[in-house]
């Protein structure tokens, strides 16, 4: 089966265009909001991401045609960038040619009218669909989901009956009896000319799949029809959809198929808040099913929500993988992965990151020396896909090795990935629609902790969103440190002049958040486990294998900490911190009393203002005084 695409297009910013509407729009209809808005004849690109999409998602199509009135969308180039010399072929088709015959009515600026005469484009297929500009197909589709095998239309829509059609005048419903010119009044219009016995299919703001021929011979049978459809050169209330008319006429024929229209659809209303943009975003990249999308009124939007959508469709559509963004172009997101010996678990680490819904990201592969393959597996994953940059460099730990992620990143915002974890699909895009709407400086969001038998998610809201109170909550214990589930602006490491401590590779990613925190700067916080961290293989944690090394670790961390705080700043905070390493300590007894007193004695004052219980700041009190051993039997049954 042949099947054709249709789309119908202004640019209604155009100086001809606007001449043209300004000399024939004087008439009472034409001053209407609802014939007339300015937002009806607007364009913001969207017939690139319309064309593009089906491309993308329904190669199958045989061809193109673009309906415009002596305009030209200038897309080809664009197209041909994408897709190459196969894409599916694409031809302008004006109005005159369309409207030969009925020259008088143009030009037209009614979409209604133009609609009802797209089926006459020469050379066009029987079985065609008909978009709109500001449709999109979001995923992969057959003829299938337009066209059945046994020659019905698929509509996606809902059928009322006669007697839902005979009562809603006399219950007063405004889609019936409204003064305005509005869809669904077009639609009543056209289950009026066919008979209300007929009932009404009532459609969405999907693609319309429509049969030539079916046009053909009603209209050679009722030219009135036609002609009284298309003589309005604005929207006016007379006039009926008619597509619908199609399909009622299928459907009481047995050659309609109806579908559930929301149950494929990602659809945008035109009243769009920031809110409601970010809000309908992060849904819309929940349902990665749903083959349609509708963008009511882009240029309705803030610049930002314009910003946010149009980048959205482009993830979905794959544009940004596909070369549309500039190479030269910085992407919007760093993810850095420091990889050593990680051969038995990076795949699914990469997996996950490449996977992501938000897809304008480089990936900066660290390899810190690594005595395995997986050196060589970053490699490949570089010559996979270009956006993936891999540094080798000789085993420095960690921190040496995040820091040369960080500066070699080119993203306006950054965030790590260890090999052994894996991000949740939408995690990149959550984080950053978060970030840009809020103009946020870091972002965190909640993850999963993965141990053998179970998972569970790890809250992560601060306290308050002010930077002194995410400090207070880090170092005493209500947040994690890890930068894994933090987005950070890039750009901050440099204008403060923050670096990761070289040898320092405990807690070096939880110093490097409080040493950004201490510059006040913006913090806000997504509500979805996003992260997936593996306490199966990191299984090595200090609270539970505790020795002098780790103890030194701890200390150097703390010496660290304590000297990038000012004077006189979250004191209780860095006494609860002070405390609890002096009190693993103490349960692990792994110093002798003298050693005891020579690390912790200059830590006296801090215990005294921690948050722990009397009896363990006494026993802590009592082994800095060199009574380790009392000490440990006074606490040894609550512990």
Same mark, same amino acid.
């Given at each position: 089966m042949k099947i054709d695409a249709v789309i119908t297009w202004v640019d209604g910013d155009d100086p001809r265009h606007k001449a043209k509407r300004e000399k024939y729009g004087d008439s009472k209809m034409a001053s209407r909001d609802d014939v007339a808005g300015i937002t009806r004849f607007r364009s913001v690109g969207e017939i690139l991401y319309c064309v593009a999409s089906l491309n993308r998602f329904a190669p199958w199509l045989n061809k193109i045609y673009i309906v415009t009135d002596e305009q030209d969308p200038q897309i080809d180039e664009r197209i041909k960038e994408l897709f190459g010399e196969g894409h599916i072929p694409m031809e302008i088709v004006d109005h005159k040619i369309i409207f030969e015959g009925y020259e008088e009515y143009l030009p037209t600026f009614n979409s209604i009218s133009i609609e009802s005469m797209t089926w006459r484009i020469p050379g066009l297929s029987e079985h065609y669909i008909e978009f709109n500009d500001d449709l999109i197909l979001a995923a992969p589709t057959t003829p299938d989901d337009f066209f059945t095998e046994d020659g019905k239309v698929v509509c996606y829509g809902k059928r009322y009956g006669a007697l839902d059609l005979f009562t809603a005048p006399l219950l007063g419903h405004h889609d019936c009896n409204s003064k305005l010119v509005t869809f669904r009044k077009m639609m009543y219009n056209a289950a009026n000319i066919l008979g209300k016995r007929?009932? &009404? %299919?009532?459609?969405? !703001?999907?693609?319309?799949? &429509?049969?030539?021929s079916v046009f053909e011979e009603f209209f050679a049978e009722h030219p009135e029809y036609l002609q009284n459809n298309i003589r309005h050169r604005f929207r006016n209330i007379e006039q009926y959809n008619i597509q619908v008319l199609q399909y009622i006429i299928l459907y009481n024929k047995g050659l309609c198929q109806l579908r559930r229209a929301y149950s494929q659809l990602l659809y945008m209303n035109s009243m769009a808040t920031d809110d409601y943009v970010s809000e309908r975003l992060t849904q819309f990249s929940q349902q990665p099913n749903h083959k349609f999308g509708c963008f009511n009124s882009i240029d309705q939007m803030s610049e930002w929500g314009q910003r946010q959508t149009i980048d959205w469709i482009e993830r979905r559509i794959g544009m940004q993988q596909m070369g549309t963004t500039n190479k030269t172009t910085a992407p919007k997101v760093s993810v850095i992965v420091a990889v050593y010996n990680a051969e038995a678990y990076l795949d699914k680490c990469m997996q996950s990151i490449l996977s992501q819904t938000f897809t304008d990201f480089e990936v900066l592969l660290i390899d810190d020396g690594s005595s395995d393959s997986s050196g060589a597996m970053c490699d490949n994953y570089a010559k996979q896909d270009s956006r993936i940059r891999v540094i080798h460099q000789s085993n420095g730990g960690v /921190?040496? /090795?995040?820091?040369?992620? %960080?500066?070699? /990143?080119?993203?306006?915002?950054?965030? !790590?990935?260890?090999?052994?974890?894996?991000?949740?699909?939408?995690?990149?895009?959550h984080l950053y629609l978060k970030a840009t709407q809020h103009n946020a400086d870091m972002v965190i969001c909640d993850f999963l902790k993965q141990r053998a038998r179970y998972t569970k998610r790890s809250k992560q809201k601060p306290t308050k969103l002010v930077a002194s109170w995410v400090i207070d909550d880090l170092l005493n214990g209500k947040l994690h440190g890890p930068l894994w589930n933090k987005l950070i602006r890039t750009s901050l490491y440099n204008k403060y002049q923050i670096k990761f401590v070289p040898g320092l590779n405990y807690c070096e990613d939880l110093l490097v958040c409080v040493k950004l925190l201490l510059n006040d700067i913006k913090v806000e916080y997504v509500n979805e486990a996003l992260y997936n961290y593996n306490l199966v293989i990191n299984n090595n944690s200090i609270t539970r294998n505790y020795s002098r090394e780790k103890l030194e670790l701890r200390l150097t961390f703390l010496s660290h900490l304590f000297a990038a705080i000012p004077e006189g700043k979250h004191e209780k905070s860095k006494s609860n911190m002070a405390t609890g390493v002096a009190y693993q300590c103490l349960?692990?007894?792994? &110093?002798?009393?003298?050693?005891y007193v020579e690390i912790f004695d200059k830590y006296?004052?801090?215990?005294?203002?921690?948050?722990?219980?009397i009896k363990r700041k006494a026993a802590l009190m009592l082994s800095a005084k060199g009574h380790q051993s009392f000490a440990r039997r006074f606490i040894k049954k609550k512990g």
């Open positions: 007929n009932g &009404l %299919i009532r459609l969405y !703001h999907t693609p319309k799949p &429509l049969r030539r /921190a040496r /090795a995040r820091q040369t992620g %960080i500066d070699n /990143a080119r993203g306006e915002y950054s965030i !790590h990935a260890d090999p052994d974890d894996f991000m949740l699909p939408t995690q990149l895009e349960q692990w007894g792994i &110093l002798t009393d003298k050693e006296k004052s801090l215990f005294k203002r921690s948050n722990f219980n």
